[in-house]
């Protein structure tokens, strides 16, 4: 904090860019991270200035209160349920794996994307999940819409099958009249009219709905609960060897995982009250034996250490007691997480669960990793995946389900929503990103509220579990 003196310049409300703080009087200065305000009851959180060596001293230099207020245009919202009926085959060999993609038409007559559905393989007929556009998203009910709908291939190379265009105004006439609506081939040899297909589009659910923002959950006393899971696994290379990943530098500088438990570990921890954190270790040798799961600080009784500097010591102790081994699996500690995560619903609690889970190796568990993931795609938990080092992380990239396909169980059963990110610290390095923790976190508030949403869960109810405390009992 400065006093600036206007008068010098001979220019009232100079902006903030053109001052010149070396010529103004220092008063003061206080530091913290967004995350500190937005938990507070009010937004607000009060600081003690400081001098700039962040040494307060005997003399008082006052106080500042900061506030946080979220800018949101407008909370209204649509759910729609889409189906389709009689589309036309694209593929040879078996039937077409349709999707929707929803682009809004905007002033110069292109369009933008705003959503699309999740992929439904081997199907002609679809019924897709509902979908949630906010008015930010749609502008107004009667702003024309473009609905496209393509045949999926891993490759990219999406086949359209046909597109349609309709106003939000307009879909919900087609729910109200149980009506569907033709879609339309393209053809240049029409001059810009399509061939009308068979294929038709119905709205099975439509209905209007306020949104809440992860803001709105956060400051109404909903908590983040952080967890971590440590990959002990031989292919690191031994704790002692600098060109291993888990070499703990004496001079301080971090390795790679303790740079990912640092950087997310220290935006999450303000959202938990207790800073309690859950820590495993696995593929490890503890008590003479292979461990796929095993507590990070090395007692028999307690997963839990406390705040970020607690797993940070915890890491640093199993590295003179944990042999590294293998192989890498991920199903047990995904396990672990989510029964912690079930067992918080039949409390009545107001946690959602961030598991981070760091690795340098290929999974030997697939299948049972995306069993595991789907069972906890029903739990409030969502998974973050930082790969270490040089190997191939292909199938991380599958159990992430970025492309619109949703992670299958054994027994054919799809995940409910999405709850893994994945990110290659490599990538992040070398792309010029701000943070591992940026890459990782971009999706948690979507995730998030993908859960609250589903559940109908509002600010304020106090009660996480209250239409989804049968999920405590699937583990």
């Excluded at 509902?130 to 609905?147: A, E, G, R, W």
């Excluded at 935006?267 to 503890?286: E, L, M, N």
């Amino acid at each position: 904090m400065h006093d600036v003196d206007n008068r010098i310049s001979g220019v009232t409300n100079l902006p903030v860019e053109k001052l010149k703080l070396n010529d103004a009087e220092f008063l003061g200065e206080g530091s913290c991270v967004l995350s500190e305000i937005v938990t507070k009851q009010g937004q607000s959180l009060t600081l003690d200035l400081h001098n700039r060596n962040g040494n307060r001293g005997l003399k008082n230099l006052g106080k500042l209160t900061v506030h946080a207020e979220e800018t949101v245009a407008s909370r209204n919202a649509i759910e729609v349920k889409f189906r389709c009926s009689r589309l036309e085959n694209k593929d040879l060999f078996s039937k077409s794996d349709p999707f929707l993609r929803i682009s809004r038409i905007v002033e110069n007559g292109g369009s933008v994307p705003i959503c699309k559905t999740e992929v439904v393989d081997n199907n002609l007929n679809p019924i897709w999940r509902p979908l949630c556009l906010t008015m930010q998203q749609f502008v107004s009910k009667d702003n024309p819409l473009i609905i496209e709908c393509f045949d999926f291939n891993s490759s990219g190379n999406h086949v359209l099958i046909g597109n349609l265009q309709k106003s939000v105004a307009d879909l919900e006439k087609l729910h109200e009249q149980k009506t569907g609506a033709n879609f339309i081939l393209p053809s240049s040899a029409h001059h810009g009219h399509g061939k009308v297909l068979k294929g038709q589009l119905f709205v099975d659910h439509f209905s209007e709905k306020q949104l809440y923002s992860f803001i709105d959950y956060v400051s109404s006393g909903f908590e983040l609960n952080f967890m971590v899971a440590v990959d002990f696994t031989a292919s690191n290379g031994h704790p002692r060897d600098p060109d291993s990943l888990h070499y703990i530098d004496p001079s301080g500088r971090f390795n790679a995982y303790q740079q990912a438990i640092m950087e997310v570990g220290e935006v999450i921890q303000f959202y938990d009250s207790d800073r309690h954190f859950p820590a495993w270790g696995f593929g490890g040798v503890t008590n003479g034996a292979v461990s796929h799961c095993f507590n990070l600080n090395g007692s028999a009784s307690g997963v839990e250490v406390v705040g970020v500097q607690g797993i940070m010591a915890a890491y640093a102790s199993a590295m003179n007691h944990v042999g590294l081994a293998g192989p890498t699996l991920f199903g047990p500690v995904i396990n672990n997480a989510a029964e912690i995560a079930g067992q918080s619903l039949s409390c009545n609690s107001c946690k959602y669960f961030v598991l981070l889970i760091i690795t340098d190796g290929v999974l030997t568990d697939l299948q049972e990793t995306k069993d595991a993931l789907v069972r906890a795609s029903d739990l409030p938990l969502s998974i973050l995946i930082v790969g270490v080092g040089g190997a191939d992380f292909k199938q991380m990239e599958i159990l992430d389900a970025d492309n619109g396909c949703r992670l299958e169980s054994s027994t054919g059963r799809v995940a409910t929503r999405d709850i893994v990110q994945f990110v290659p610290m490599r990538e992040v390095l070398a792309g010029g990103q701000t943070s591992v923790a940026q890459a990782l976190l971009e999706e948690l508030p979507g995730q998030f509220l993908t859960y609250m949403r589903n559940r109908d869960i509002t600010p304020g109810t106090g009660n996480i579990a209250q239409t989804s405390a049968s999920y405590a009992s699937i583990y």
